[in-house]
């Protein structure tokens, strides 16, 4: 079972840049497709980007398209998440996920991490 620990999120304002990691525990990583999702607090848990094990194919939920970007090192079991023009909507706990396809679907995934809070201040 490979454990994901998610790091890189604090306090920014609207209009910044913020980079998450994802650091998965072992070399099965590459097997997988990799997600990230959020959640605010009283909301569901909503789909961010996702990205193939062989990082080629790639997939944004609408409301990040043209802002954030999904990358993986799979030499170093980890993958990212660039997120510019920060807005004060994307503030929320960021999860990474991996899942044996790609998908945008939480139930999709089986493998979750902690999640880390990004907070976008205006």
């Known amino acids: 079972q490979v454990q994901l620990v998610e790091s890189g999120g604090r306090l920014v304002l609207a209009g910044e840049s913020l980079r998450l990691s994802c650091k998965a525990s072992d070399d099965t990583f590459s097997n997988y497709g990799m997600g990230w999702f959020r959640q605010a607090p009283g909301k569901e848990r909503e789909f961010v980007a996702a990205?193939?094990?062989?990082?080629?194919?790639?997939g944004y939920g609408d409301s990040v398209k043209g802002r954030f970007t999904i990358s993986r090192d799979n030499a170093k079991n980890t993958v990212y998440l660039q997120m510019n023009s920060l807005k004060v909507d994307d503030t929320g706990v960021y999860y990474c996920?991996?899942?044996?396809?790609?998908?945008?679907?939480?139930?999709?995934?089986?493998?979750w991490g902690q999640g880390t809070q990004v907070t976008v201040s205006s």
């Open positions: 996920a991996a899942s044996d396809g790609l998908g945008v679907n939480v139930a999709q995934y089986k493998y």
């Open positions: 990205l193939s094990w062989s990082g080629r194919s790639a």
